[in-house]
């Protein structure tokens, strides 16, 4: 089309003016909003011209998210992230009848910015939950490739509130700063440029747990191929981690969003490498029930898992002396052991470690010193 993105810069301004649909404020909070009644009519308008494919259609999207117009009568609003909503939405109601139209539909909008990844992610992920099995070698290599371009895209703008300890050292730790949480993309494209990113970082992390990063690798990477996504997970959980070791109160955004992200990639047995040795970690540390009550089913969950894919580290558990652990300080390290076995035991489905029961039982004379402390 000659005026081709002229017509999609002119969407993008239509769709600015049309509201997204409110949620109930009980509901969970998400990164991308769901789309207004008017904006599916903008959807459905577009569909309907059949001389518009949709790789044309995703080609002018990213014309006018690398060059976008500035909506008339309203001060510094552009038309990127309306773009990139609309482009997320029309796929949604794209018919996938071919996974030929999905590598290249991908790759497009790849070219883009990193701050836009966020769509990106709810596109592939909407992709590969629709297609059928990717049974071409080369279409299952792209998909591959596309899905670890955009989870490291992620992955990074989730690690942008982070710092490394000291120049030497690699180990990252939580700038001590107030975390920002907005409700939405576009809200926080009003607050700072691209060039400071870590406004983004509780989005990143809420948008993983979201989407649910273990279905999507689980989905990319089939049968025998799953060991190849550990390594993709291991690089994204080095960003999650120093969340989750921070308790502090202007944290608590971040150590939430990460919880929620660690309990559902944990529930996936092959990607226990990336996680297993830190959770265990965690779980350890005398701060572990420092944490707001939201996270409390997260880390349940997580707990579970754990306990779960590793067959004997509930008898490790159970069995383990406090005596032995250097993690407390000696007056409190039978209390807090205590405390971290009964949430073994809490974390597990009714019965689940009956057959520990001997065991177990013969927990019970030290009851009452973790009575006595709490």
């Known amino acids: 089309l000659q005026y081709g993105v002229q017509l999609m810069a002119s969407l993008g301004a239509v769709w600015s003016r049309r509201k997204s649909k409110r949620r109930h404020k009980n509901k969970v909070r998400t990164v991308l909003p769901v789309a207004s009644e008017s904006r599916l009519t903008i959807v459905d308008l577009v569909k309907s011209l059949h001389t518009l494919h949709t790789d044309t259609i995703l080609q002018l999207v990213k014309e006018v998210v690398k060059k976008p117009h500035q909506i008339k009568g309203e001060q510094s609003t552009l038309v990127d992230i309306p773009m990139l909503q609309f482009s997320y939405t029309y796929i949604q109601r794209y018919p996938l009848t071919s996974n030929r139209l999905l590598c290249p539909c991908l790759k497009c909008v790849c070219l883009l910015t990193a701050s836009f990844f966020f769509f990106f992610f709810r596109i592939l992920n909407d992709f590969v939950n629709r297609l059928p099995n990717l049974d071409n070698k080369k279409d299952s290599r792209d998909m591959q490739e596309v899905t670890q371009r955009i989870l490291e895209a992620v992955g990074g703008i989730a690690g942008s509130s982070l710092e490394q300890t000291s120049w030497l050292s690699r180990s990252l730790e939580v700038k001590v700063q107030p975390q920002v949480c907005t409700e939405s993309m576009a809200q926080a494209s009003t607050m700072v440029s691209s060039s400071a990113p870590s406004v983004y970082s509780v989005q990143a992390l809420i948008l993983l747990a979201e989407v649910s990063l273990g279905t999507t690798s689980d989905m990319v990477y089939r049968s025998d191929e799953k060991e190849k996504a550990v390594p993709l997970i291991s690089r994204l959980m080095y960003y999650v981690f120093p969340y989750l070791k921070n308790h502090s109160a202007y944290n608590m955004p971040s150590f939430e969003a990460g919880a929620q992200l660690l309990s559902s990639l944990s529930g996936y047995a092959y990607t226990k490498r990336a996680w297993k040795k830190e959770v265990f970690e965690l779980f350890m540390d005398p701060l572990f029930f420092t944490m707001e009550a939201s996270c409390a089913p997260s880390w349940k969950s997580i707990i579970d898992h754990l306990l779960t894919h590793e067959k ?44 520990y029961l001997p065991l177990i039982q013969g927990m019970v004379p030290d009851i009452s010193v973790l009575v006595f402390y709490m």
């Open 312 to 355: 004997t580290m509930f008898k490790d558990l159970m069995s383990m002396q406090s005596g032995s652990l250097k993690l407390f300080n000696n007056v409190d390290q039978k209390p807090m052991l205590l405390k971290r076995q009964a949430f073994a035991m809490f974390s597990g489905e009714q019965d689940q470690y009956h057959l």
